[in-house]
């Protein structure tokens, strides 16, 4: 694959298409298996009430991959990011409910760089709270 966006089309301050992305604990569950991160704070309730959270959270990598997957949509190509990084700011809680939680994403180009590459700034957000900071991936434009 190659990346589908070319660098000479891009501007900074181009918006990137926003997307949601709904967590459910079965979601949860689903991810605890593909990473074998079973800690009991993303599944039992009980448990992560008793450590001092207000719920069940998401895991934190699961919610920086699902804010990549902006970048990764817009760019065509999962292999065009060249680097990827975030701080965890606050959790996802996901309630035991039917609604679950949504992580809503949007992104920026932030800059030009050298070599065919742009800085993608991204904001996630969930229950009106920023999620994740200085979430940022450079990417390799065609």
Not at 31 to 50: C, L, M, Q, R, T
Request: net charge negative; hydrophobic share 45%.
């Amino acid at each position: 694959m190659t990346a589908k966006i070319a660098y000479d089309d891009v501007e900074v301050g181009a918006e990137l298409p926003a997307q949601a992305f709904p967590v459910t604990r079965a979601t949860l569950v689903q991810y605890a298996g593909a990473s074998g991160d079973f800690n009991p704070i993303h599944w039992n309730e009980k448990f992560a009430v008793e450590v001092g959270l207000p719920d069940v959270i998401a895991h934190g990598m699961f919610t920086m991959a699902e804010a990549i997957r902006v970048v990764t949509d817009w760019v065509g190509d999962p292999g065009a990011v060249v680097e990827y990084g975030v701080r965890f700011t606050k959790p996802v809680v996901v309630p035991n409910d039917d609604k679950g939680a949504t992580i809503e994403v949007s992104g920026k180009v932030a800059a030009k760089l050298g070599d065919n590459t742009v800085r993608v700034d991204l904001t996630a957000m969930s229950a009106g709270q920023k999620v994740l900071g200085m979430s940022r991936a450079v990417v390799r434009l065609a």
